[in-house]
């Protein structure tokens, strides 16, 4: 029983680690880049945590002096720090709940800036 917890425990530990090196911390490093960003907070995460396949860009809190374009930047300027990697889905979200989902392939064909 023990072992079990323990293997529980480094495997959850595991997977927020992995979140938070491989897609939350380039996030919030590009969004941090432009300080127009400061009224939106997006965090981006693997599906469900755990699934790499899938990168979700989720809104949290938009300021109500935040502008559609301050959104949209945000979009743009976390999407460029995620260009080079391939995903087969990516979802757009609000407060946690998916509102948009779209096929991976599109992702760095239509944000990406060149």
Avoid: C, Q
Avoid at 11 to 19: D, R, V
Avoid at 53 to 60: E, M, P, Q, S
Avoid at 89 to 108: D, I
Wanted: net charge positive; glycine share 6%.
């Amino acid at each position: 029983m023990k072992k079990t917890l323990i293997a529980a425990i480094i495997m959850i530990t595991g997977a927020i680690t992995a979140n938070g090196i491989f897609v939350t911390w380039p996030a919030l490093r590009a969004k941090a880049a432009d300080s127009r960003n400061e009224n939106v907070s997006l965090y981006a995460h693997y599906g469900w945590g755990v699934n790499p396949t899938t990168l979700v860009l989720d809104l949290w809190d938009i300021s109500p002096t935040a502008s559609m374009a301050d959104v949209d930047r945000v979009l743009l300027d976390t999407a460029e720090a995620f260009k080079n990697r391939l995903v087969s889905k990516v979802e757009l979200a609000l407060r946690g709940r998916t509102r948009f989902r779209f096929e991976g392939s599109y992702f760095p064909a239509t944000w990406r800036r060149t």
